[in-house]
């Protein structure tokens, strides 16, 4: 079977399109296209869409990932529920296969998605560590404004059955199991981290995840952003929109090591700002871990269990 090379984008929908946008671009991202049935976002790197909402009821739609080749996408056509290959009828020119995964989320794996100009990022030099003299003779400024979201990292999802699940997008999507989390007992599974799998390659410590829940569906959408500064500031102006709910953050997640920090949108889905990620290859051994240590930071904010509440119980 195939192997996807990243996430590419979430698929929500929601009732208003101007209020998502209104957060999406106070969390940093910028409208990439949008016509009267849904609306496209981008980051500063050049994916021409990292975050799709769809005009309707709120809804988790499902979540797309990219594929290597067009061969590959030939090569997944075939597989058991699979549709053809078809030109994707959204901005963005992609092709795309379909399927839909056991908790009846539908799956996207895109090829060919239109490339566009990188955005401006600022050029922040920092003096510290053994670096002290990156920066010299000019003074550090952090401007406020919402952070610069680079890309889309990772998602993930809720769902009563994590095993099966999980291996369904190992089998379908060539994903690897990076860190699995139980909780007391080590078969009652709590979490399953997974990255893509390019070999000796370095990617991301995970780009997604099962959790365990009651309820199958959304968790969250995870985006990078530039730095440190980036994250803070991000926060801040997200703050001081006076209407968005803050999660949990800031913090170094322990499994993966980002700094990290989450927000609701509108309809109560979670959306993460990360930056510095671990870096793995095919030399990670997977290690299997209890709740209090996978779920634990380095520094930070304890985990939250509303984290884990289905996301109308925090709507607007
Ligand atoms: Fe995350």
Known sequence: MIKVTDLAYGRLSAPDLDQMEEFLTAFGMVRADRTDKALFMRGMDPDHTIHVTELGDPSFIGLAFHARSEEDLEILSKAEGASPIHELDEPGGMKRVTLTDPNGLQIEVVHGMK?????????????????RFNRTGKLQRVPMRPSHVKRSAHAVIKTPHVAESNAWYQKHLGLVTTDTVYQGEKENLLAIFNHVDAEEEF??????????????????LSFEVFDFDDVQAGHDHLKSQNKYKHVWGIGRHYLGSQIFDYWRDPWGRIHEHWTDSDMINNSHEASVVPAEEGLSNQWGPEFPWEFLDDPEKHAL
């Open 115 to 131: 490339q566009l100009d990188t955005l401006d990022v600022r050029k922040i030099t920092y003096n510290n560590g053994f670096e």
């Open 203 to 220: 990617v991301d410590h995970h780009v997604f995840l099962c959790v365990a829940g009651e309820t199958p569906g959304f968790n969250h």
